[in-house]
């Protein structure tokens, strides 16, 4: 094979005072044309950093100190800026992982990719128009034409991924880097643009280098892979012999990691139900004047779901499926416009807001995002202290408390006087559990609560979940769209589709004998459906 890409022993230096010298230490790589490479490892690997180094986009402070990157007989490790900007783009392109923050949320779609023409081309306005919708047609967006002419918040997440790979494809470049193009992505989502990445690279004979941490989506595309480990290529392959017979331990380890999607054996749970939901009905109102006319959303339609005592409900879906504005409507984050939410025969939807103020210690939740929920100007015992002080605890208790939870799931004590921004993404996800456990709930709420760690740190917090269920006694609802993770934590399962519940059931006889068509879609779509199948221990 030919290589397009070369890198030799590539290091790249950090600024003093961080955790290590260098973010990459003589990686050492080639990306072959009209091929998928995979560079997999967990967060802090040096895998994005590898990519940015490849751009030459590094941050302030952060330098390559050695090594070359060849690319058409260009070293881009020395190449000036003007080379850079002539390359970037046209020659080598690059998808990022959340497309949101990568478009320019006040121009239009059609004009932000129209722009790689103004910029690399002599071609009329007319002429890149007519390239510009017929990229957005080869990357399958409904509506070219108004796809153009919308804003980046007006289309979908899937969409937004689209029109970046639109854009990044706008000049046939030779080399395209997508990083963690799909993380963000729910299963069928996912399933498309990998589908679509797959399709152009062979079509259009594209090299890709596809950095990822989900080695479910390395069994789907990757011809080969590549693993690092704190800046270090640890092992190196192709894809078939990286995933069945890998050979470093680090490899190894990440792939015991990845959750199999065969549901865990079943448990037996109590007939006994903690929280009752009964026709539960959320509609959103946009638009309009004065409660007239405008767009109708209705996020919940008649949700009836039944969490028994000590058990596991997932509820899992699509983006705007409704599964997240269910979790907050049953904490009373926001209200239902209808139906029932009963905790041990409580009604809590027919509670003042200071009565349920005082029962909302006995059902807390866990959010998705640790670093957006946790005040960064406060430190992390006193964030866990809040809620019992709140409720009368003596502050010099609750911050005993505090550091007793930090101990519970598996932080030092001592680390109760760090700030958020001091932990690792998995550490403050532990935060966010102490927190919760704070008050002693009953039912914990979790919401997406694995979906942005790596595959060990996630394998991690899932084992202290069931550790803390069966410790403490709790029942748990929990909401995600990784159906992988969903199978080894859950007992009991709702699918939710365009805010309704389309099947419900024990988790294994649901991924085993889905019975409703969209079910069917979502197990279907899991990327390296086969890759882990065998089911975990109890």
């Given at each position: ?16 005072g ?41 941050p ?12 058409e ?8 800026e003007?080379?850079?900007?002539r390359?970037r ?21 059609g ?18 128009e ?113 995933l ?36 539960v ?12 006319g ?25 983006s705007?499926?409704g599964?997240s ?17 009963s ?11 200071g ?7 006995r ?46 799931v598996?932080?030092?004590p ?21 927190r ?23 394998a ?7 550790e ?38 024990p ?6 004998r ?14 390296g ?10």
């Amino acid at each position: 094979m030919t290589s397009v890409l070369e890198i030799e022993r590539l290091t790249v230096s950090l600024p003093k005072g961080a955790d290590r010298p260098h973010a990459l230490s003589e990686v050492t790589l080639a990306l072959n044309a009209g091929e998928i490479l995979c560079v997999v490892g967990e967060s802090g690997s040096g895998k994005s950093m590898t990519a940015s180094a490849l751009m030459r986009l590094l941050p302030p402070g952060v330098a390559i100190a050695a090594g070359r990157v060849m690319f058409e007989g260009q070293d881009l490790a020395a190449a000036g800026e003007d080379a850079m900007r002539r390359l970037r783009g046209a020659r080598i392109a690059m998808v990022f992982q959340e497309p949101m923050t990568a478009l320019n949320p006040l121009i239009s779609v059609g004009d932000q990719i129209g722009e790689m023409f103004r910029i690399h081309t002599q071609l009329s306005g007319a002429e890149i128009e007519a390239r510009v919708l017929a990229l957005l047609e080869e990357v399958r967006i409904p509506d070219p034409r108004q796809a153009a002419r919308a804003y980046p918040h007006e289309l979908s997440g899937g969409q937004r991924q689209r029109a970046m790979i639109a854009m990044a494809l706008a000049l046939d470049p030779r080399v395209l880097i997508a990083d963690e193009p799909t993380t963000a992505l729910d299963v069928t989502t996912q399933a498309q643009i990998l589908h679509l990445i797959k399709d152009l690279q062979r079509r259009k004979g594209t090299a890709v280098l596809f950095i990822t941490h989900d080695f479910g989506v390395v069994a789907e595309i990757a011809d080969r892979v590549a693993v690092m480990q704190h800046g270090v290529v640890v092992e190196e392959g192709p894809a078939a012999q990286v995933l069945n017979a890998p050979r470093h331990a680090y490899t190894q380890a990440l792939i015991a990691a990845v959750p199999p999607l065969a549901a865990r054996a079943p448990r037996a749970i109590s007939a006994e139900p903690i929280l009752v939901m009964q026709d539960v009905v959320k509609t959103y109102r946009t638009g309009g004047f004065l409660g007239r006319g405008g767009r109708v959303t209705h996020a919940v339609r008649g949700v009836t779901l039944t969490l028994p005592k000590g058990a596991t409900l997932g509820i899992v879906g699509e983006s705007g499926s409704g599964k997240s504005t269910l979790a907050r409507c049953l904490v009373r984050l926001i209200e239902p416009d209808g139906g029932r939410v009963s905790l041990d025969g409580l009604d809590l939807t027919a509670l003042s807001r200071g009565r349920m103020r005082r029962e909302a210690k006995r059902i807390q939740m866990v959010f998705q995002d640790p670093y957006g929920s946790l005040n960064p100007r406060r430190r992390a015992g006193e964030l866990v202290a809040q809620g019992p002080m709140i409720h009368g605890m003596p502050r010099a208790e609750a911050l005993r408390r505090a550091r007793e939870l930090f101990a519970l799931v598996g932080l030092d004590p001592a680390a109760t006087e760090r700030f958020p921004h001091e932990f690792s993404g998995g550490q403050r996800q532990r935060i966010g559990l102490a927190r919760a456990l704070a008050l002693e709930p009953e039912v914990l709420v979790a919401d997406e609560p694995v979906s942005a760690l790596d595959v060990s740190v996630q394998a991690q917090v899932l084992r202290l979940l069931a550790e803390l269920r069966e410790r403490l006694g709790l029942s748990l609802v929990f909401i995600t769209h990784d159906l992988r993770v969903a199978a080894q934590v859950c007992d009991l399962v709702a699918v939710m589709k365009d805010g309704e519940v389309v099947e419900q059931g024990p988790i294994g006889e649901v991924f085993e004998r889905p019975r409703h068509a969209y079910t069917q879609a979502l197990l279907a779509s899991v990327p390296g459906r086969g890759f882990g199948l065998a089911p975990t221990a109890a």
